[in-house]
């Protein structure tokens, strides 16, 4: 059978092995370059496909014309893929006449995503194991063809689990892959209800928390030992590597040293003794010559660096904080120590208590009109965030030109300022950049940006964005602008607008059903709602955008991020009925009218001549996955159920209905 694999690691070479040595003709072999961070530890799969005489290829992207050409050209039946670390789109997958396949280590459907060998670690698993799965736009969610079960022990690191899952992987395609040969592989539809996700991980994820209980320090410990990037901790300045704890007697405060020959230190609950361990700088040893070498003794504290090894605070100007991302998002910065936010913008009714916070810097002004300010504070401030911008439909309709100065021209002073004084950009693009693109996925590099004919005027706020991107890139490339590119699709939950704005038209469309709840007016489905949109909550999505902001490492440079959630594709229709139903669930139900039921409208009638739409927007979340180690897991019901809830609750305290008799816990959405 003509057989395209697609590998990477230590798992994908034994896995490509075994799979010729079952006799499969592999026509081609597609691999990563090796990652010069992650060192060679790991066996090559391109040097064992030389070894074989197989051509081996490296895309940067395999759903590229040139490559997708390139594979019909093999005249391939089968797909296998281990390990290979990128979504396998539909136009690939479709060349495959005997189906695709992939190999996941873990046993499906539990451990979906990345990393399943050192979460099943960190989570203190005893079980785990390999599946051979149909491939399907959801990642590790087709019918399971084999599985084999891999027991972990005790004494298991990540490196040794990773050998014995790959043994087991091998054995399990030896079982699996003549049934496929023969036409007569089983098909077991995976049980959604015991599904999970599981996002990437990071180096920094390493960093102990003494707070934790003995057993979970260990077990991060193990993890992420050696070849992996290792758990650490700070004693005082200086970083401490630890490769190896076993579980130990005594108590104390956390990250307190009960012992420092051996070295003993207390958890949250228990106490771990280090076996091996690196101070920064120094040679990889035992924990207590280790402590020696620090000067550790007892009642010495582990923990987060001291004072002097903290950085310098990083200032973050924010123009636009009071909307629906500036207000999440500078909670979101202040809850990490080291930081400051400068921002201004017309109204301050989302900040909250955000006022107080004496990490906060607030000016109520406009961008426009107080120009001075904002040059003052780009040379103060070290990342600057422009957010100002009208985003609401029928303001492109309506006014068109105002949408071009503010979205445009007067951004582009703010972007100077950043070029001219050397400072960092995290700008905001919008998923609306892809316009009328008929791409699957919205690729953040490679899709084309589509807009419609000159007449349709709500294509100007996309395309002033999309001038902006490219200029932004540019100035990047010619200049040494430091910068980096967001694109929010469909956030939504609290503050995303207020119902005044809806009242006029100029909100979002969650926004704009809700207050026909309120009021008790038919909810208009805009031609049908039929459009289809990915939903994505703000509390994954301001996640993403902090790391955006962090730029741990420099992951972010350069960068251009779809922060979206491509599990979450709806209906604008579908969401009213979500809406529907999370209003008439909740508390403060009694307070409003009857429900007023659907209208179908025109756009045209709705917006105004000038408008068009588009059936889908689906992300591809590739950056963001592999650059940021994010993957957003809260559903569309989530948010929608907080969505709605706040805004119920601002109209009940706004009209004295009494909010508190409904409150609900306000747990964010996402924790468990």
Not at 18 to 43: C, L, Q, Y
Not at 627 to 655: C, K, Y
């Amino acid at each position: 059978m003509r057989t395209v694999v697609l590998a990477y690691h230590e798992i994908g070479a034994q896995a490509l092995e075994a799979t010729i040595r079952n006799g499969m003709e592999v026509v081609a072999v597609f691999t990563h370059r090796d990652d010069p961070k992650e060192g060679s530890w790991f066996a090559s799969v391109a040097r064992v496909a030389a070894e074989h005489g197989i051509p081996v290829f490296a895309p940067e992207k395999l759903d590229h014309p040139i490559w997708v050409e390139k594979i019909r050209e093999l005249k391939p039946e089968l797909l296998l893929s281990f390990h290979y670390r990128n979504m396998v789109g539909a136009k690939v997958r479709e060349l495959f006449p005997a189906g695709c396949l992939n190999l996941h280590s873990a046993m499906l459907p539990r451990y979906r995503g990345r990393c399943p060998i050192n979460w099943v670690l960190v989570k203190g698993e005893t079980e785990t194991g390999v599946t051979v799965h149909h491939m399907v736009d959801k990642a590790d969610a087709g019918d399971v063809v084999g599985q084999k079960r891999v027991e972990i022990k005790a004494d298991d690191d990540a490196w040794t689990l990773t050998k014995r899952v790959a043994a087991a992987s091998a054995e399990l395609l030896g079982e699996v892959l003549p049934k496929v040969k023969a036409g007569n592989a089983p098909r077991t539809p995976q049980d959604e209800s015991k599904a999970f996700t599981m996002g990437g991980r990071r180096p920094e994820d390493g960093q102990i928390d003494w707070t934790k209980p003995a057993d979970e320090v260990h077990n991060l410990v193990r993890a992420v030992a050696h070849p992996w990037p290792g758990a650490f901790t700070h004693a005082g300045a200086r970083k401490l590597m630890v490769w190896k704890t076993r579980g130990a007697q005594g108590s104390g405060r956390p990250g307190e040293i009960l012992s420092s020959d051996p070295l003993v230190v207390a958890c949250g609950t228990g106490a771990v003794e280090v076996l091996e361990a690196q101070p920064a700088d120094g040679v990889w040893s035992t924990g207590a010559q280790a402590a020696r070498e620090l000067n550790l003794l007892p009642r010495m504290k582990l923990g987060s660096p001291g004072a002097s090894a903290k950085k310098r605070t990083t200032k973050v100007l924010i123009l636009g904080v009071n909307g629906f991302i500036g207000s999440h998002l500078s909670e979101r910065i202040l809850r990490e120590e080291g930081y400051e936010v400068y921002g201004m913008d017309l109204h301050k009714d989302n900040l909250g208590a955000l006022l107080d916070n004496p990490g906060f810097h607030f000016v109520e002004g406009d961008i426009s009109i107080n120009r001075e300010w904002v040059e003052f504070h780009v040379r103060k401030c070290d990342v600057i965030l422009p957010l100002v911008a009208i985003a609401t439909p029928i303001e492109y309709v309506r006014n068109p030109l105002r949408v071009f100065e503010l979205d445009f021209e007067e951004n582009l002073r703010v972007v100077r300022d950043c070029v001219r004084y050397g400072k960092r950009l995290v700008f905001p693009s919008t998923s609306e950049v892809y316009g009328m693109c008929t791409d699957e996925r919205f690729d953040e590099d490679t899709s084309p940006c589509v807009t419609g004919p000159i007449n349709r005027q709500r294509w100007i706020y996309s395309t002033s964005k999309q001038l902006m991107d490219r200029v932004i890139w540019a100035y990047g490339a010619q200049r040494g602008l430091k910068f980096s590119l967001f694109r929010p699709f469909n956030w939504i939950g609290p503050r995303l607008d207020s119902l005044d704005s809806a009242r006029i038209g100029s909100s979002r469309a969650i926004t704009q059903l809700i207050l026909n709840l309120v009021e008790g007016t038919p909810i208009l489905l805009v031609d049908g709602g039929k459009q289809r949109r990915c939903f994505t909550d703000v509390d994954e999505g301001i996640e993403a955008l902090w790391r955006v902001v962090a730029n741990e490492g420099g992951a972010a440079e350069g960068g251009i991020f779809n922060i979206g959630n491509p599990e979450n594709e709806a209906s604008i229709q579908e969401l009213a009925e979500m809406v529907v139903a999370a209003f008439e669930r909740h508390p403060l139900r009694a307070h409003f009218p009857p429900f007023a039921g659907y209208q179908v409208i025109e756009s045209a009638r709705y917006y105004g001549k000038g408008y068009e739409d588009v059936q889908h927007r689906k992300p591809s979340i590739r950056n963001a996955q592999r650059q940021l180690g994010w993957t957003p897991t809260i559903t569309t019901r989530e948010s929608v159920e907080r969505t709605v809830d706040w805004f119920l609750q601002q109209h009940a305290r706004d009209h004295g209905l009494s909010p508190a008799a409904g409150q609900r816990a306000r747990t964010p959405a996402g924790t468990p």
